[in-house]
């Protein structure tokens, strides 16, 4: 039988190396995705209250060179908010099937997460004006699919 101390010891984490960890994760799902610049600022959880319990952050706020991107953890799934982006870029995410807004998308995993983190990166990397050319196009690209779906083919 083990003694407490044990037992103790065992369970222990550096929190640091946690945060750190998710930190690592986001970082390369970024890159993957093809943003060069990014700064990490960890930020409080914005879904349960859990860094508070364990004084870990698993969110952060990502500065990159196309504005501020949100990311954490939810439940299930993973929180990618490009609110403070200012852009609408809901259209460009209508095959997606996890919840979708004008500013943030779910990701069931990683890979849907970086596939999520990659479409943002073409999308915010553009000028407004071909922003909204391709805007233009999508929606007929969107009405098509969703016509064709309708249909079962």
């Known amino acids: 039988m083990q003694n ?3 037992d103790v010891e065992v369970c222990s984490f550096d929190k640091r190396k946690l945060t750190y960890a998710y930190q690592e994760d986001f970082r390369r799902m970024f890159a993957l995705a093809g943003f060069e610049t ?3 600022y960890p930020i409080p959880n914005e879904y349960y209250g859990d860094d ?3 004084g870990t952050s698993k969110w952060f706020m990502v500065d990159t060179d196309y504005g501020k991107i949100k990311i954490g953890p939810r439940k299930n799934v993973i929180n990618v908010d ?3 982006t200012g852009r609408d870029l809901e259209v460009f995410f209508y095959k997606h099937e996890s919840t979708v ?3 943030y998308a779910h990701a069931w995993n990683n890979y849907e997460c970086l596939g ?4 943002l990166y073409k999308l915010l990397s553009k ?3 071909s922003l909204a050319r391709q805007r233009e196009f999508t929606i007929k690209a ?3 699919y969703l016509e064709r779906k309708k249909n079962g083919k």
């Not at 999520?116 to 479409?119: C, N």
């Open 127 to 129: 000028d407004e004006e």
């Open 38 to 40: 990014m700064v990490f």
């Open 4 to 6: 407490a101390t044990t």
């Open 142 to 144: 969107k009405a098509e």
């Open 116 to 119: 999520i983190l990659t479409l």
């Open 101 to 103: 807004s004008a500013h």
């Open 52 to 54: 508070q319990l364990f």
């Open 82 to 84: 490009w609110s403070a």
